[in-house]
């Protein structure tokens, strides 16, 4: 339930049977908070100053480009970092379908990820493609060419945890590649 629905459910009488369920219900559905993907980039774009510019560019090509599913990012917190003036630090679970792709792409900050389940098959410029298990991470600098990302696993799904930190403020944390 949305927390902002908690205070006014205080204030519903009491009525006879289960009708303060479905009024809780009613107020529950009309003060949805960043429920879906994309309204709650939108909501921590706000949060971190971006000016309203998502946080997550389309500027990438879609997996659907290369017939496989595509790689879902959902953003957990966006904070300033006091200690490092004009810095923030975004964390993010990124979900892979069984065989799902992630095109290349760059980040306009450093970016640390840990596996948190599957394996994780990815490719850095330069470098060999690595597989990653659960509970094993990797770094990006800033602005590196990241190749790709996969789960090559037909039947199971992968997830990573992403912890981006960048210029607050700074828009788009995926960049296209070139």
């Known amino acids: ?20 369920m479905l009024a809780a219900i009613a107020v529950a559905l009309l003060l949805p908070g960043p429920a879906t993907p994309r309204s709650a980039i939108d909501w921590f774009a706000v949060i971190c100053g971006s000016g309203g510019d998502p946080l997550l560019s389309s500027a990438s090509p879609a997996a659907s480009a290369t017939g496989r599913p595509a790689s879902t990012v959902k ?15 975004t964390t993010a679970i990124v979900d892979f379908p069984p065989l799902g792709f992630t095109p290349a792409h760059r980040h306009p900050g450093s970016v640390t990820a840990v596996v948190l389940e ?9 470098g060999p493609p690595i597989d990653y298990v659960s509970g094993q991470t990797w770094f990006e600098p800033p602005h590196t060419l ?9 039947t199971h799904p992968a997830r990573f945890l992403a912890t981006f930190v960048a210029d607050t403020g700074c828009g788009a944390l995926v960049l296209p590649p070139d």
């Open 1 to 20: 339930m949305n927390p902002r629905a908690l205070p006014l459910l205080a204030h519903l009488p009491r009525l006879p049977g289960n009708p303060t």
């Open 75 to 89: 953003i957990l917190s966006c904070e300033a970092l006091p200690d490092a003036p004009g810095k923030s630090v």
């Open 118 to 126: 599957g394996t994780i098959r990815s490719q850095l410029a330069g």
């Open 146 to 154: 990241h190749l790709f990302a996969e789960n090559p696993d037909p």
